[in-house]
């Protein structure tokens, strides 16, 4: 085995100006030009206090013009926005969480899509007092994803996975009135609520901008992942790599880029499809090479150990390659960018999903009826444009790093319990974690996830906090586009385990894993509310008291916001990297980063000096620690 060494965000970078020389040959454009001339950004746009809700706008405070035409302050535009931006990631995650639920309905013995968890189901079913006894498992499927459906727009009542938290945390949703009723009533009433002349009382927007959060979280975001689940299996711990040498020369390259697995779930089956196969080798290629970028990268990852050619800021540089034959998407985080792009070279740019249309594409409409004829259609279509490849324009960086990956929370009890067979009666619970929590093997968790951001540099603000996390005793789970930072760099190898403090350097010795655990998706951060859910019951302290806290240092997206607020309304301390465009109220801005405390026991801390956010959260992190008495 060839010696273990992180690689470095400098050979990232060095890679990627290679890939642009490539693009300069071809006329290409990039983020990196756009970012030029999009700098400086709009200073009213950048602390919130532009408001355009209504056409007697717009209308922008400054200290000359103090209030809007309709004579709303600058902490109601800013409160708004803020909410509104919530409601964008909520409804977006919520409606991921949706397709996830009409895909499971699909499901049929035989059919495109199958039941692959049927234990998972059945406790779902029970959970939500679904009769299970004797029924056929195509039924209860049917009839469990017809219930979750009905979480969008039920007319009583509060989302049913609430009850997963504890006791404590639902008195505080239901005392501060933030429990998550209806998904779509919650978007929909912030939509309502920050139309002209409703709203303006940051208290209230901001206390919706919780619930609305919540209903992702605890509702849409959950339903995704626990049906994903169902579907396509629940995560186990599998080996993969990571990075832009994932590609393979010789091979077709197919790079799966997006959030819903329903799709690329299909396209890895059909690349292993004999036929394809055969067909790739009748075009002169060896195989069919299948990798990925962003959520949907992720979620083949932790199920089929598919390798992740990249992240967020990544996803141009695979075209870049000049060796990709396609880049299939489904919906969120896309560059529109990638359909002139790929005109530069031979790559098939194509959109799927009626969600996520764009120019220059090729549109091949999948749905869950078709989903097989579609996926085959595309994987044919990529093979076929093998031939239009243009050799002088084909460079593979040769980098990436092996990883462990698929740290669903059943896997993490499943490893915990490896650990402690001694202790038969610490079986299927957190109780190990807790205690290396209060020894004080491990000081705590950070919870690491989101985007990559040009406002920090990219990727080295999650790798250098997860560096110095790890170097103190802090075990990270991580998701998204930081869980891909993470892996490119090496720190999903479980020799990264040498870089670790001697607390959590035994812990990963004794439980067999790496010191950073990819637990999915960005809808996976539900299963990191479970797990601090479970953490607590077992351990009796509320989620606010446990060593945990969470960060986004490098976040862009409205989901980012929507996902903040629900781990924040749960008790969890988040730490960003990035300012939420509210900077312009003195009162929204001292809500979030402090006065939510009095609502849900947490609240938002930013810092863009990276090194500064990392002592930060250690800080916060042991205060926790010298509160329990630990
Ligand atoms: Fe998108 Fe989920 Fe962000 Fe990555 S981390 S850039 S949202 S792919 Ni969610
Ligand atoms: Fe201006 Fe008020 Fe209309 Fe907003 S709602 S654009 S502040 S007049």
Not at 292 to 300: A, I, K, L, R, W
Request: charged fraction near 25%.
């Amino acid at each position: 085995m060839s010696e273990f060494k992180l690689t470095t965000v400098e050979e990232f970078e060095a890679a990627t100006a290679r890939l642009l020389e490539t693009g300069a040959k071809v006329g290409a454009d990039s983020w990196q030009l756009r970012v030029k001339n999009q700098t400086p950004h709009c200073k009213f746009g950048e602390e919130g206090v532009c408001c355009r809700i209504c056409s007697m706008g717009p209308c922008r405070i400054t200290k000359k013009a103090p209030r809007g035409i309709c004579g709303c302050d600058v902490h109601g535009i800013v409160g708004r926005n803020f909410l509104r931006f919530t409601a964008g990631g909520s409804a977006t995650h919520s409606d991921h969480g949706r397709e996830i639920c009409h895909t499971l309905y699909e499901t049929r013995e035989g059919g495109n899509y199958t039941v692959k968890d049927p234990a998972k189901l059945k406790r779902i079913a029970q959970e939500w007092g679904i009769e299970t006894e004797g029924k056929d498992i195509y039924d209860l499927a049917h009839e469990v994803a017809e219930t979750g459906l009905l979480e969008y727009g039920k007319p009583f009542g509060t989302q049913k996975f609430i009850k997963r938290a504890p006791e404590h945390t639902q008195e505080i949703w239901k005392r501060e009135e933030i429990e998550p009723r209806a998904i779509d009533r919650e978007v929909s009433q912030a939509l309502h609520m920050t139309h002209m002349g409703c709203s303006s009382k940051p208290e209230a927007l901001v206390r919706q901008a919780l619930r609305c959060g919540l209903s992702d979280g605890w509702g849409g975001s959950m339903m995704g992942t626990e049906f994903s689940d169902v579907l396509f299996g629940t995560p186990k711990e599998m080996e993969t790599e990571a990075n832009l040498g994932v590609m393979e020369e010789e091979n077709v390259n197919i790079v799966v880029h997006g959030h819903d697995p329903s799709l690329s779930e299909m396209i890895c089956e059909y690349a292993e499809d004999p036929e394809m196969i055969a067909l790739a080798k009748s075009v002169g290629a060896k195989g069919i090479t299948i990798s990925g970028v962003c959520c949907t990268s992720n979620e083949v990852a932790m199920r089929r150990g598919i390798p992740m050619a990249g992240n967020f800021l990544q996803q141009e540089n695979v075209v870049l390659t000049g060796a990709c034959e396609a880049i299939v998407v489904d919906v969120q985080c896309i560059f529109p960018a990638l359909g002139p792009l790929s005109k530069c070279f031979h790559t098939k740019f194509i959109t799927t999903s009626p969600v996520a249309q764009m120019p220059e594409s090729d549109f091949i409409r999948f749905s869950s009826e078709s989903a097989g004829e579609n996926a085959k259609l595309i994987v044919k279509t990529a093979i076929e444009n093998f031939k239009n490849r243009n050799p002088e324009l084909v460079h593979i960086p040769d980098m990436k790093q092996k990883a462990f990956v698929g740290y669903s929370f059943e896997e993490i009890i499943h490893k915990l319990d490896g650990v402690t067979n001694s202790f038969v009666d610490k079986t299927g619970t957190t109780m190990p974690l807790v205690d290396c929590v209060k020894s004080g093997v491990l000081r705590g968790a950070v919870a690491m996830v989101g985007c990559n951001n040009p406002k920090i540099r990219p990727d080295a603000a999650h790798i250098e906090l997860m560096k110095k996390l790890i170097a103190n005793d802090v075990i990270l789970i991580v998701s998204g586009c930081s869980a891909q930072a993470a892996a490119k760099a090496g720190l999903m190898d479980k020799r990264a385990k040498e870089l670790c403090g001697a607390g959590l350097k035994r812990v990963c010795e004794l439980a067999d894993i790496p010191p950073v655990l990819h637990m999915g998706s960005c809808v996976d951060i539900s299963r990191m509310m479970i797990l601090a859910s479970e953490i607590a019951k077992d351990s009796g302290w509320n989620i606010s008291q446990v060593p945990v806290v969470g960060c986004a240092p490098e976040w862009m997206s409205e989901k980012a916001v929507s996902i903040g607020n629900y781990v924040v309304s749960t008790g969890i301390d988040t730490y960003l990297g990035v300012e939420p465009y509210a900077t312009g109220s003195s009162e929204v801005d001292a809500l979030l980063k402090g006065g939510l405390r009095d609502w849900v026991e947490a609240a938002y801390t930013v810092e863009s000096d990276i090194d500064k956010l990392g002592d930060l959260m250690i800080e916060r992190i042991e205060e926790k620690r010298a509160a329990l008495g630990i």
